[in-house]
């Protein structure tokens, strides 16, 4: 075999049993013994995976053996707050290596190693003897390993693809140089998983910022001195510390064992002995799919099934796969029976649409021709109202024909009654929109439900399947090809397979519908769902259909006013350097700076031996010499140029003119919206520069204005209605300045008398008190001591005590039942509050008190767009709302309606709640967003 083809797979053991185990935490597999096979089905899984896909030539399953390791002896507290594995795993792994046995795959373990030292040592063993070795763990540790002939590959979740890492992908994932400080990190940052105390104040950014500036860890303690404040304190008091966390993160590739190639090639099945395990486990459909044969049930014993025949969702009930599915395997297109009909006729859509208005909730899903909603050409509409049933009616290129029929549709979609069920209702509703349908009636996503009911879980429709119905739908890449260029349209499949892809697409939400629905309102989500999530579905299909104008002209000049400044600059760089070289070369740059100039004593190197020249190392070389500062300004006005001034003209609509985003609903688990293709809610405004990117935002026309509205401080007023503090409450609603009145009553001045700095302290306070700010953290955003900070904090809390009762109350709710609320019902779970780590439950506290605050301000601005939205259309005005930006929103106004439309505005976001403190809002006007802002 020559080495091109030594293809070799290590399998963390451990690491994609826990992860297949708590893939199924919900929604457990129980043999018809009520043994839990969760574990080893989801492993056997992963591993036929590998096998098919990957199709390796060497494999081997790497295990962690029992007793202490070389770490445990090095630092006694090693791995010490691990909870204590779960029975269901402990039985799991016999069963796990009979079925390694079966497929006589070897599995291995070194005593006092653990299974990264292990895969470590024979990746390295394996590298010289010209495998290609792939890594198979989720875990990040293993970054460390990666070359170009050792990758990491992190399996696949949900129906999604594996991802395969190797240097380039390490370094960009956690912004390094060089895989090597992958252990520099996780060194100073530490592990709370494991235990490892790295160094204290140092998390995950603060490491990376410190790399840049100088490495490694080795080199961060060593110039300790340097680094000011809190900081360089906490470092030079734990230089030990950090070391002996490097050295407890390093995966060691010594551990006593040799790979044999022998040993590692892949053999054929051993298939009786995979029947008679898969025999013994129920694993019916693995059996019928690798060996091709039947295994019968065992009725001999009765069915044991989960608590209540339902799955818990932190209070809302959604019925989970029926016991009997599990115990036969995942069903699927080919295993399931079905009926999924085509309708391509007028008089059988006719008698279709009879049958839909008699309905009380029908599904329904578009197939198109693109992702993009304003793009996007119909290529049929399937239906569903009942269990495994489905109807599909193709719509044909011609635009002309195509019109004519989806019109026959309007008796159901413009019906009132009829509860439309759909999932991402919102594109459906654009791609409509485009035909001149309006949807009415009642509207239920399912994407949006489960969103609700678990917000911190993903919700396409694939893993939604798998998870509640037991289901694995079609894939789209089985009939158009994977995503990229070459991938075709649904217009180009036949029809038969449109037919069924279809179907089941409509017939599977539907079946979802028929969980979520009652969900909902066991779940306590019903207002949040009905008033806030739902009515805001079309507002921002409304809102993306619309658009924003730019000046395309404006910002066309821009770029070649910045292409111009980055010539000169890059000719003054030039100058200073005395030669000329390829300013976009790290490695060239990197001579001229510390080759040629010398501008450090011992600079860093990347592994490939070249010159770091990150921004953090340049920051702190400023002063060394001019062109350094230039270098940096080069970049900056390099990537504002690409990343927004040359990128916008691209997303303009040929269709529209006009730039439109794509608002997500359910992202954001504390129920704030986000914005795509592009970001909109990230256009730059800290620099003059890009201050100047926002004002080429402008009016549809010379006939409307820009308007911005925005809400002042709504997360401070909503604490205060929440905690029903009566202080802050009178601040408000005096309209105090917030900020000096609490800096007054803090420091025991009177309000004239507060300083600029006081009332700095105290605007930190206020702002940080949500996220459980600290004495150490007050006095690292300020010039106070920890003491000082200390006693700041004391006094806030004495003058607001209605602030403190909140807290300690919201932390002990999420405590007792799991979640805490919005003022809407909006739920966040917190699954690690009573956690043992105090890391990590101080993680969930704080989320206890800010995600009712963060949820609630979420929602009032969406009620505010909701009846906004609603007043426009219901006056009949012609100006439009644009953008949703956090606490903004931004308005096309015409000009004659501008009064009207300003007064309109701030009566609904000022309004749009009941709290007991006024919400304030304000409003801007001007020629494009910047002056509106």
């Known amino acids: 075999m020559s080495d091109a083809e030594k293809k070799l797979f290590l399998l963390d053991a451990y690491a994609l049993i826990f992860r297949a185990y708590f893939a199924f935490a919900r929604n457990p597999r129980v043999t018809s013994k009520g043994m839990d096979t969760s574990a080893i089905y989801g492993f056997t899984t992963a591993l036929l995976d590998v096998l098919n896909k990957e199709n390796p030539t060497h494999i081997a399953v790497v295990f962690d053996m029992k007793g202490p390791t070389k770490r445990h002896e090095m630092y006694e507290e090693y791995k010490a707050n691990r909870d204590e594995t779960p029975e269901a795993i402990k039985i799991a792994v016999p069963y796990i290596q009979k079925v390694l046995d079966a497929f006589r795959i070897p599995y291995v373990g070194v005593e006092g190693y653990e299974a990264d030292d292990v895969i470590g040592t024979l990746a390295k063993q394996a590298e010289k003897d010209g495998y290609i070795t792939y890594m198979m763990t989720p875990d990040k540790d293993f970054g460390q390993l990666v070359t170009d002939n050792i990758l990491m590959y992190k399996p696949a979740r949900g129906g999604g693809q594996p991802e395969v890492m190797g240097p380039k992908e390490i370094c960009e994932k956690w912004d390094i140089e060089n895989v090597d400080q992958v252990i520099d990190i996780l060194g100073m940052m530490g592990d709370s998983a494991d235990n490892i105390p790295g160094l204290p104040g140092v998390g995950e950014k603060t490491a990376v910022k410190l790399l840049k500036q100088y490495g490694t860890m080795e080199n961060v303690l060593e110039h300790a001195d340097e680094i000011k404040g809190k900081l360089g304190e906490k470092i030079r008091d734990n230089a030990d510390l950090g070391r002996l966390s490097k050295e407890l993160a390093t995966i060691w590739i010594d551990a006593p064992i040799l790979l044999s190639e022998t040993d590692v090639t892949r053999d054929p099945i051993d298939e009786d002995k995979l029947k008679e395990v898969f025999e013994e486990l129920e694993f019916r459909t693995l059996a019928k799919r690798i060996l091709d044969v039947e295994i019968q049930k065992n009725s001999g014993a009765s069915v044991v099934k989960q608590t209540g025949d339902q799955m818990d969702l932190f209070g809302g009930t959604v019925e989970a796969a029926d016991s009997s599915d599990q115990n036969s395997g995942v069903k699927t297109l080919e295993n399931t029976e079905h009926h999924y009909q085509k309708i391509d006729d007028e008089m059988g859509i006719q008698m279709l649409m009879k049958k839909l208005v008699k309905q009380k909730a029908v599904c329904f899903d578009t197939e198109t021709t693109s992702l993009n909603a304003l793009e996007a050409e119909l290529v049929g509409i399937a239906f569903s109202y009942d269990a495994s049933k489905a109807y599909y009616i193709p719509v044909p290129a011609d635009q002309d024909e ?53 917000p911190d879980m993903r919700h396409n429709m694939d893993l939604l399947a798998e998870t509640y119905l037991n289901y694995r739908p079609v894939s789209i890449e089985t009939l158009i090809g994977k995503k990229g260029k070459s991938q075709g349209s649904m217009r180009d499949v036949e029809i038969d397979k449109v037919v069924e892809y279809a179907g089941e697409d409509a017939d599977i939400t539907y079946q979802l519908y028929q969980k979520f629905k009652p969900g909902i309102a066991e779940g306590g989500v019903e207002k949040v769902f009905y008033d806030v999530e739902t009515p805001l579905v079309p507002v921002l299909a409304a809102m993306e259909f619309e658009g924003i104008n730019v000046d395309v002209d404006a910002l ?182 917030i900020h000096a009145a609490t800096a007054a009553k803090v420091f025991d001045v009177k309000l004239e008398d507060v300083t600029r700095e006081q009332r700095s302290h105290a605007k930190t306070v206020n702002f940080g008190i949500i996220y459980g700010v600290s004495a150490f953290g007050l006095s690292q955003q300020t010039n106070l001591s920890r003491t000082e900070a200390k006693e700041v904090i004391e006094a806030y809390f004495r003058t607001y005590p209605g602030i403190r009762d909140y807290i300690d109350n919201q932390v002990a709710l999420a405590q007792k039942q799991g979640y805490v609320e919005t003022m809407f019902g909006r739920r966040r779970y917190l699954k690690d509050i009573n956690s043992r780590n105090a890391v990590v439950r101080g993680h969930a506290e704080r989320n206890a008190v800010n995600a009712p605050i963060q949820g609630t301000a979420a929602d009032v601005i969406k009620l505010a767009m909701i009846k906004i939205h609603k007043r426009m259309q219901d006056e009949g005005m012609k100006s439009r709302m644009l953008l949703q930006v956090h606490d903004e929103l931004v308005f096309d106004a015409e000009k004659s309606e501008l009064n009207k439309l300003k007064e309109l505005v701030a009566k609904e976001m000022e309004n749009a709640v009941a709290l007991e403190v006024p919400l304030l809002v304000e409003t801007g006007t001007g020629e494009n967003w910047l002056e509106a802002h």
């Open 402 to 454: 195509a019109q004519k029929i989806v019109d026959l549709t309007r008796p159901f979609f413009e019906n009132t009654e009829v509860e439309k069920i759909a999932q991402n209702l919102k594109y459906d509703m654009t791609v409509l929109q485009n035909y001149g349908i309006v949807i009415s009636g009642p509207l239920f996503d399912t994407m949006l439900a489960h969103y609700l009911l678990q």
């Open 556 to 737: 066309n000049a821009y770029s070649v006013e910045l292409e111009k400044e980055l010539k000169s600059l890059e000719e003054s760089i030039i100058e200073d350097a005395g030669e000329r070289f390829n300013l976009g070369s790290p490695r060239q740059l990197g001579e001229i700076l510390f080759g040629k100039m010398q501008l450090m004593e011992k600079p860093k190197k990347t592994k490939s031996g070249q010159y770091s020249t990150s921004e953090d190392i340049l920051q702190g070389l400023t002063d060394k010499h001019p062109i350094v500062g230039k270098i940096l300004d080069w970049r900056q006005v390099g990537k504002l140029k690409s990343t927004y001034v040359d990128a916008l003209p691209q997303l303009v609509s040929k269709q529209t003119g006009r730039i439109h985003t794509t608002y997500n609903q359910t992202v954001a688990a504390t129920g704030r919206l986000s914005s795509t293709n592009p970001n909109l809610q990230n256009i730059p405004i800290r620099t003059e520069r890009g201050r100047k990117v926002r004002g080429m935002f402008i009016p549809r026309d010379e006939n409307h204005i820009l308007l911005a509205a925005d809400y002042s401080q709504i997360e401070l007023r909503i604490i205060a209605a929440l905690s029903g503090d009566e202080a802050m409450i009178s601040a408000f609603k005096n309209g105090e300045d």
